[in-house]
């Protein structure tokens, strides 16, 4: 029994495929992935609260990043305080640890696409915000972003004091395993809630697709490395790994700063 394990249960999928017949040798080491009956972002989404999310990844010449930051921090308190616009900054960073001399801001539209749409209209009518975009151009090398879901068993990211540094964990999923990653993570979030680290969990719906985001934060580097230590002592973690792991094309991680005015810090 443990070599046709090892051999013919590389991955949830194999073991799904099994013939029928042997569903009870299967039940003992798979967990039941819902079929599929809609899409992914129905199933996965938070329904209730309609929040579409952008983060938006900014590459600046390394010169100009004290610049930029001053001059995001002046645009994002301006368009905080204006309710006419259906938008907040989530939160904002640097990366410390990943791409260097990067920008990471994440934003979330109240209201799903239409507030996204509105916000862009008013956005492209405002003068002084088509001038802030050509002084920012000029400090910028590159940039990119994508529009995100929030997964409905993720905590929804709420401002935090800190301080803290936050880590982004990225995974480019093979595609058609959205729901069953999100199956095994519903169970394992848990595991990393005790220590207040779980800040938000996304998944893509435009730009790269079949990519989720993990955002945590941690009072350190070293707080990190315990935190994540200590979860393999809980029992289920392990199994959460296992079968999540064969799920993933690629994954990256960076450890960010947050700017001065990001309401998580």
Known sequence: EKKFYCEDTISAHSLIQYSSDKGWFRSLFVHKVDARKDAHSNL??????????????HNVKPECLEAYNSLEA?????LHQDQDYP??????????YGEQDQAVHLWRYRGGYPALTECLKKLNNNKEYLEFRKERAKMLISRRNQLLLEFSF????SPRPGP???????????????IEWGNH????????QENNEAVGGFFSQIGDLYVVHHLWAYESLQSRNETRNSAWLKEGWDVNVYYTVPLIRSMASRIMIPTQSSPLQ
């Open 44 to 57: 996965l989404s938070k329904k209730e609260t309609s929040n579409l999310y952008k983060i938006q990844f």
């Open 74 to 78: 002046e645009v994002q308190t301006r």
């Open 87 to 96: 938008c907040e900054v989530v939160g904002s960073w640097n990366t410390w």
């Open 154 to 157: 993720w905590n929804e990211p």
């Open 164 to 178: 803290s540094i936050y880590e982004m964990r990225t995974y480019h999923l093979k595609t058609g395993t959205m």
């Open 185 to 192: 993570w519903a169970r394992a979030i848990k595991y990393r």
